[in-house]
């Protein structure tokens, strides 16, 4: 595996949390920087040495909701 892909949200109590595609792996964080932290981490812990991607890739989801 090259890479991964993380879906990142904005939680609702504030802050962010983020989850693999594909594989189980989620975490969250208050700030960006401590859930980037976090990703690295968690990708650390869940795949054995020689099995960890290259690459992870952060896909940033947001939603508003406009009223007319």
């Known amino acids: 595996m090259n890479e991964i892909i993380f ?4 939680a609702p109590e504030g802050g962010f949390s983020a989850r693999a595609l594909g ?3 989620f975490t969250e964080a208050d700030t960006l920087d401590e859930l ?3 990703i690295r981490d968690a990708v650390d812990c869940h795949f ?5 991607p290259g ?4 896909h940033f ?4 909701v406009l009223a007319t």
Do not use: Y
């Not at 989801?61 to 508003?64: I, Y």
């Open 36 to 38: 980037r932290r976090n």
């Open 61 to 64: 989801v947001r939603e508003e």
């Open 23 to 25: 594989e189980s792996i």
């Open 7 to 10: 879906l990142i949200v904005d």
């Open 55 to 58: 690459i992870i890739r952060l």
């Open 48 to 52: 054995d040495d020689g099995r960890k």
